[in-house]
């Protein structure tokens, strides 16, 4: 199972990112794929998941600002990310719920927003 993310970068408060995790090595229809992030000394938080029945959840902090889509052909998740503010700043890690098989993590991507 590979999970490689990518899009991270340097914003300004109010400015758009968008994230990609490409991922290999399992169904991707199959499970409940999603973006964790994390900052330096606190637990890795979820941002947004989408379940294998297309059903999608956000953290309320980012409701109405980020948009999870998962891309079945190409076997992408992307993490569309606006109105970004100072609080976002973390490393944004993809996730996939493999069931019996576990959590698989991708290695993480920083966002920083500037104020």
């Known amino acids: 199972v590979q999970l490689q993310a990518s899009g991270g970068g340097l914003v300004q408060a109010g400015g758009s990112l968008r994230l990609s995790c490409a991922a290999s090595?399992?169904?991707?229809?199959?499970?409940?794929i999603g973006w964790f992030r994390q900052v330096p000394g606190k637990l890795r938080d979820m941002v947004a998941i989408s379940t294998s029945s297309g059903t999608t959840n956000y953290a309320d902090s980012v409701k109405g600002r980020f948009t999870i889509s998962r891309d079945s052909a190409k076997n992408t998740l992307d993490l569309q990310m606006n109105s970004l503010k100072p609080e976002d700043t973390a490393s944004y890690y993809c996730?996939?719920?493999?069931?019996?098989?576990?959590?698989?993590w991708g290695q993480g991507t920083q966002v920083t927003v500037s104020s």
């Open positions: 090595g399992f169904i991707f229809d199959d499970y409940a």
């Open positions: 996730y996939a719920w493999l069931g019996l098989q576990g959590a698989s």
